[in-house]
């Protein structure tokens, strides 16, 4: 999908406007001799921005307007090394808020509804973002913030919330909570509004069910805004986002080719409007594609598909690529089989070849080595790796409030 002329104008706008700071993009612009954008080739041959950028501005080095118009500042996660600091003006919460409050219209939700937030408040842009499109709707937030599972519950009973925020892994942890408890007949949520990672079709239905809920993807990252940017609809073909706030593009994570609407890649989000912190082409390494078709809907926002994984989380076993994603529609096909699962890479080097653990929860009442050997036959015939299976009960492997890691690579250390 190309710019079009507004957005054009716009990614233009902000070229120049970086160019007479002295930030960290303005600097690197002047250097690089971009001066503007007036058609797609020129707006393609910017270069891509990454996480490593954002560390090499740390502090405040991308802050793109003086100090009096910045009003709050937020941090991603940082899993190594320095973390990434963003600055917002007053018009950046705004716009933020704007664009989240959008994303609950989109999902039925209104001034009405007890929106129950659970996302960790801080330096972190989940609860905040919840709460501010939360407050622009006009509906009731309840701000709990993450953990505290019998608060929580006793919260969503008193107060009659209406829509659960949640992560997958945590919704589902409440899920498993509400069932185990007996409390469901006691609960009034109609709607969840869960954070979009790559989630399995059971880990969904076991949330819908044990929740009696409607749920919605919401996308979204720190760097750009914060979670908001783009949610499903009703018809539950894709994520819609907000092309007056941001432009995306899909490119070969490998080459960085653009690829055609409708074939998958690596998400590339530039932001048009963004005042403290403009990004033109950040790498998300969120993998998904553009749907080029018009929603039935007759919403007229664009569309990607939800989330297929992260292109960093893309392992390579014997030669082959793997994502998460795959393994999940494989263990769905499996009777029994639950959605939780961890995958262990290691290399013999006696044999000089990777070896692969899936471990994988199962119902009691299904036979686990059977299963296993299901599971085993399947990853053979759709991928073509034979990895050692492990099942183990219910409840055995950990859950987290964050996004869990689903691949551990001992390969690496
Ligand atoms: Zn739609």
Redesign the pocket.
């Known amino acids: 999908m190309k710019l079009n002329e507004k957005q054009l104008a716009q990614v233009d706008a902000q070229i120049k406007r970086l160019l007479e700071t002295d930030s960290y993009y303005g600097n690197k612009y002047r250097e690089l001799g971009i001066t503007g954008v007036k058609t797609q080739e020129d707006f393609e041959k910017i270069p891509f921005s990454g996480k490593a950028d954002l560390r090499d501005a740390y502090p405040l080095g991308i802050q793109a307007v003086p100090d009096e118009e910045v009003v709050r500042i937020h941090s991603s996660s940082g899993t190594t090394g320095k973390p990434v600091i963003i600055p917002y003006t007053a018009k950046d919460v705004d716009d933020w808020a704007t664009m989240f409050a959008r994303c609950y219209e ?1 999902a039925g939700i209104t001034k009405k509804d007890r929106i129950q937030i659970t996302p960790g408040y801080g330096l972190w842009t989940a609860g905040i973002g919840f709460q501010a499109g939360c407050e622009k709707l006009g509906a009731m937030a309840v701000p709990m913030g993450p953990g505290n599972t019998d608060k929580q519950l006793q919260m969503m009973i008193d107060l009659k919330s209406t829509v659960i925020t949640a992560t997958s892994s945590y919704a589902l942890v409440l899920a498993e909570e509400v069932e185990k408890r007996g409390l469901k007949d006691l609960i009034c949520l109609k709607k969840g509004v869960i954070g979009s990672e790559r989630w399995s079709e059971k880990k969904r239905q076991a949330i819908q069910a044990g929740l009696g809920i409607e749920l919605y993807d919401i996308y979204g990252l720190t760097e750009i805004y914060g979670p908001g940017i783009g949610i ?4 539950e ?2 994520i ?1 986002y907000w092309d007056d706030y941001i432009y995306i593009e899909i490119i070969d994570p490998k080459t960085g080719e653009p690829v055609p609407d409708g074939e998958p890649g690596e998400i590339v989000i530039t932001t048009l409007v963004k005042e403290g912190a403009p990004l033109l082409r950040f790498r998300t390494h969120d993998m998904s594609r553009i749907i080029p078709e018009p ?5 007229s ?1 664009p ?1 990607i598909d939800i989330i297929q994984g992260r292109s960093d989380d893309m392992f390579k076993v014997h030669g082959v690529n793997m994502f998460p994603g795959q393994v999940e529609e494989i263990l769905q096909q499996v009777d029994g089989v639950l959605s939780e699962y961890v995958i262990n890479i290691a290399h013999d080097e006696d044999h000089n070849r990777d070896v692969i653990l899936v471990t994988v929860e199962a119902e009691g009442r299904v036979d686990f080595e059977k299963t296993g050997a299901k599971i085993r036959e399947l990853f053979k015939s759709r991928i073509g790796v034979t990895p050692k299976i492990t099942v183990v009960p219910f409840g055995t492997l950990p859950r987290s409030e964050k996004k869990t890691k689903r691949v551990i690579d001992h390969r690496e250390m």
């Open positions: 989109v499903n609809c009703e018809k073909e894709g819609h929603c039935s809907c007759g919403r926002y569309r």
